[in-house]
């Protein structure tokens, strides 16, 4: 289980690397991450954001995200403080 929020975005970072075959943390700031991914895609992040951080995300969250900074923070957000180690 993640419980770092850093680790929340690296988790991502390596993901979105690995679906898009991208590496995001090269990319600037303003790419937004639906113009990364077609909708399998990000099916498939979700997926593994279910999975491994347990979370379930609305599609739409990830595919309008602007940054994988920007998801990794919706994701802590949700997670009422479960990935920051602040329960």
């Known amino acids: ?3 770092k929020s850093t680790d929340v975005l690296a988790f991502l970072q390596a993901e979105i690397n690995e679906i898009v075959g991208v ?14 991914m077609d909708s399998i895609m990000a099916l498939q ?10 979370i379930l995300l609305p ?3 990830i595919t309008k995200a602007r940054s994988a900074n920007e998801l990794a923070s919706e994701i802590i957000i ?4 479960f990935l920051s180690g602040t329960t």
């Open 78 to 81: 949700r997670s009422d403080g």
């Open 23 to 36: 590496d995001v943390s090269q990319l600037g700031k303003d790419v937004h991450l639906g113009e990364l």
């Open 45 to 54: 992040l979700r997926a593994k954001i279910e999975k491994n951080l347990a």
């Open 1 to 3: 289980v993640i419980d």
């Open 59 to 61: 599609l739409n969250i």
